[in-house]
């Protein structure tokens, strides 16, 4: 069967062949973590000036080499240098967007290459596939294409799917277990401060102020954890339930064009995780509908 080209609003013509184009996608910082970030940094540094004690008097060189030095080097203890790095890249990586598509419009472009399944077969998305707006959905059609039994595709597809879950879960444990250590090293950063005090006993002067400094120490253990640590890996967790939620979404998609359903049911089938995926705001291009025999 030969497929005429399409007609597109304002009279313009496309080819049948021709995938639906692939979005830009704007790396740009997540101003949320950013606003989470400054938030929480104000807030801090606004309750010490509430005490009346200079800010100055918290920034302590010994408190911080012994936390941020100990912290990384439970870190290598713990962890693999390669994981460690993994986990470096993800936790950079969190100060940029997820390069996701909009769900609704993920969809559309789905369903336009189940219309050109369903009048060309599957090898006919095979001359447009470098058009493809996501990576994942780049990938799952590939090996529809050369898939030769259903249960072969979907085994292939939830592997992906489950590699990607664990790499982010490996992440997330590595800043777990680093921010369940630096309180801890924070209070031995805090009795090497108090040792200090001790031998300079005879000073009362000396005693207030060493005391102070060293408990300094724990304060940097604590914020260390539970303001840096501890939110990044739940966020990186955030992130990988979002990505999974698009990739069901789209191993769905892909199942359903190798079965060769119906492009109606196609959507109908998809809709359904609408309410489970986030919203973008950023607006883009509908696609142009193509004409479906069967």
């Known amino acids: 069967m030969t497929a005429a080209p399409l007609s597109a609003a304002g009279g313009n013509r496309r080819d049948f062949r021709q995938p639906p184009a692939a979005r830009a996608r704007w790396r740009r910082l997540d101003f949320g973590l950013l606003i989470g970030i400054a ?3 104000i807030a801090l540094v606004a309750g010490i000036a509430v005490t009346g004690v200079n800010t100055r008097y918290f920034f302590q060189p010994t408190g911080v080499l012994i936390v941020m030095g100990g912290t990384l080097g439970v870190m290598l203890i713990t962890t693999p240098p390669a994981a460690l790095l993994h986990a470096l890249r993800r936790t950079l ?24 399944v369903r009048i060309k077969g599957m090898l006919a998305l095979e001359a447009g596939i470098d058009q493809v707006s996501h990576s994942f959905l780049h990938e799952a059609l590939l090996l529809a294409i050369d898939a030769r039994e259903r249960t072969q595709l979907q085994s292939a597809l939830e592997n992906r799917i489950r590699l990607c879950e664990r790499q982010s879960e490996a992440a997330a444990k590595v800043l777990e277990v680093a921010g369940g250590f630096a309180p801890t090293i924070g209070v031995i950063g805090t009795v090497v401060g108090l040792i200090d005090v001790l031998r300079q006993f005879s000073s009362l002067a000396a005693i207030a102020s060493g005391v102070g400094a060293a408990f300094t120490s724990t304060i940097y253990g604590l914020a260390l954890a539970n303001l840096v640590l501890l939110p990044a890996a739940h966020r990186i967790r955030a992130r990988a339930a979002e990505t ?3 990739q069901e979404l789209m191993t769905e998609g892909v199942l359903c064009l ?3 359903v119906h492009s109606r049911l196609v959507r109908q089938h998809l809709e359904s995780f609408v309410n489970a995926l986030p919203t973008h705001a950023r607006s883009v291009p509908a696609f142009e509908s193509a004409p479906e025999t069967g």
């Open 93 to 116: 990586h969190l100060f940029s967007p997820e390069a996701s598509p909009n769900r609704k419009d993920l969809i559309d472009e789905i369903v336009w290459y189940a219309r050109t």
């Open 39 to 41: 938030t929480a940094s």
């Open 258 to 260: 190798f079965d060769g």
């Open 244 to 246: 999974f939620d698009l």
